[in-house]
């Protein structure tokens, strides 16, 4: 909530809720979350119920605020994998996933060498587990190994190896 009695002054969509049910993540385009927030368009936003505390996630300690969309919250709400668009990180739509505790904020969709996917990835297809080790996406770059006109596959990063994993295989 904006604040007591305040309606947010933007639309929000694309929710998720931790397993345990604390923290709720939202893409939104509001910009009365929290005070000074001057970014034109969609963020990512948490909530914690419990508390009361807004953040918006989609933040880098360079930039501020950036693009953030189609989030995805791990089972106790420490991490949150979301889509952005139009930043440093690569080209195209790519996924990172955010430790709320340390503010770091690491590249997903990057093969095990770190290269970020060259095609960028596909709309809102993100996904975290419980314990935020592991996030899934989709892409058709050719440095994950999909041919050029193929179908996007899936993939499983291991944030904490760096290993990516096929997982659309028979």
Do not use: C
Not at 46 to 60: M, N
Not at 67 to 79: K, L
């Amino acid at each position: 909530v904006p604040g007591a009695g305040l309606q947010a002054n933007g639309t929000s969509r694309e929710v998720d809720v931790s397993s345990e049910g604390r923290t709720v993540v939202f893409t939104s385009e509001a910009k009365n979350w929290v005070s000074g927030d001057t970014y034109n368009g969609n963020r990512t936003i948490a909530i914690d119920l419990h508390t009361g505390l807004v953040e918006i996630v989609s933040t880098t300690p360079t930039s501020g605020t950036i693009r953030g969309e189609a989030p995805a919250v791990s089972g106790n709400g420490r991490h949150v994998a979301f889509l952005t668009f139009g930043s440093t990180l690569g080209p195209g739509w790519q996924v990172v996933r955010k430790d709320r505790a340390t503010g770091e904020l690491l590249l997903a969709s990057a093969t095990a060498a770190g290269a970020a996917a060259v095609s960028g990835t596909d709309d809102d297809t993100v996904s975290i587990s419980a314990d935020g080790r592991y996030v899934a996406f989709e892409t058709a770059s050719a440095n994950f190994g999909v041919p050029a006109g193929s179908s996007p596959e899936i993939f499983v990063k291991d944030m904490q190896s760096g290993a990516v994993v096929l997982a659309s295989t028979k």
